[in-house]
């Protein structure tokens, strides 16, 4: 079997301290675009413009507001070097250890959907769901030991592939002790309305109900363009611990209310909503200060870098821009620890490391 070779950590700026934890990241929307290119070039795939880096940049880097689908369109340049190959997926990985260190994230919950990545026409020899979920973990392993992060996953069920539900719940079970620590369910909510009586497949429901049978962790992408309701049935009929985005929920007060009194967490992407379109501009408070300021549960994330052109720090820049102070970033990085998927003692050890690296002394 190839391997990537590692060739140990280099630095390329200044190291922030690891201070910073993110639980909503998709770890195929945070690839080097330059890895990108580089697989491209080495296998003949086509790329958009002229071939460079500079073209390839301007396809999937978004800068001004559109749609969720907007948003993933890039993808189709981005995903075809990587589709079945368990060297790129490895080396993927591991890079992604990197960056996020160089960005001071000292633990992140890392997502993706492995299906997404084996090779549409198949084959005997092809890779499968389980190499490539296997590779991504061989690359997280040697990042975490090479950067000093701890790097968790999530395996993601997809909208409109009803396909993959049931064996993204044999793959995080299979794989729970090998760092696979919750299951997740993204796409476009865009066709979604208010008052439609079922805004997930049956198959994800039943995914989520086996996955709550068999003791796994579950979020789910919820009222991020789509509506409340979306929120509420993801709570209730998934029976999610945390919703992924979740701003939609502010068109329910009632249901609003409730989530702040039963402190769910939501996991915000200030860069993305608004790129997303899940955010109007045209409202000047963002949903991501209306949670801060109501003391909600909430944690502050990047969501897709290599699509956004921001990691983890310009996201704080981007809210501090939005009168939210240190207090607001801090907090949001210890509600992340305490609502993450980690078992309770090395949640206890992740929020010790916290408190020293913020030189916080008591329970913050």
């Given amino acids: ?16 301290p690891l201070s910073r934890a993110e639980l909503h990241i998709h770890l195929t929307g945070s690839v080097r675009l330059s890895t990108v290119w580089e697989l491209s070039r080495q296998k ?73 990545l084996v090779k549409p026409e198949g084959g005997e020899d092809s890779a499968t769901a389980d190499d490539i979920l296997e590779a991504v973990l061989r690359g997280f392993d040697k990042g975490s030991a090479d950067f000093g992060v701890t790097v968790r996953t999530l395996l993601c069920c997809i909208r409109g592939l009803p396909q993959f539900d049931k064996d993204i719940v044999r793959l995080a079970d299979k794989y729970r002790d090998k760092g696979v620590v919750g299951i997740d369910v993204a796409g476009d909510e865009g066709h979604l309305e208010e008052g439609m009586a079922a805004l997930f497949d049956q198959t994800v429901i039943e995914a989520y109900d086996e996955a709550r049978k068999l003791g796994l962790k579950r979020t789910a992408h919820a009222g991020e363009v789509g509506p409340a309701s979306c929120v509420e049935q993801a709570l209730t009929t998934l029976q999610a ?5 979740g701003y939609r929920v502010l068109e329910n007060n009632q249901l609003y209310e409730k989530c702040l009194k039963d402190k769910v967490h939501f996991e915000t992407c200030p860069t ?24 909600a549960n909430l944690s502050i994330n990047s969501d897709d870098p290599m699509v956004t052109g921001t990691w983890i720090e310009q996201e704080y820049e981007l809210v501090r821009s939005w009168g939210l102070n240190e207090t607001y970033i801090t907090r949001a990085n210890f509600n992340a620890i305490r609502s993450s998927f980690l078992p309770d003692d090395e949640k206890k050890e992740m929020l010790k490391k916290l408190r020293e690296v913020n030189h916080i002394h008591d329970d913050y």
Wanted: proline share 7%.
């Fill in 1 to 16: 079997m190839p391997v990537y070779k590692f060739h140990g950590p280099k630095r390329t700026q200044k190291s922030i």
């Fill in 44 to 116: 003949n795939i086509s790329l958009p413009g002229n071939g460079s880096i500079a073209a390839l940049e301007k396809v999937v880097h978004m800068s001004e507001p559109s749609t969720l689908a907007g948003f993933l369109s890039g993808f189709r340049y981005t995903s075809p070097p990587l589709a079945g190959d368990i060297v790129a997926m490895e080396r993927v990985a591991h890079e992604f250890c990197e960056d996020i260190s160089s960005h001071g994230v000292l633990y992140v919950e890392a997502r993706f959907c492995p299906h997404l």
């Fill in 241 to 245: 611990h945390r919703i992924g985005h």
């Fill in 272 to 295: 993305s909503s608004i790129l997303t379109g899940a955010q109007p501009t045209d409202i000047f408070y963002h949903a991501v200060v209306k949670f801060a300021e109501d003391g």
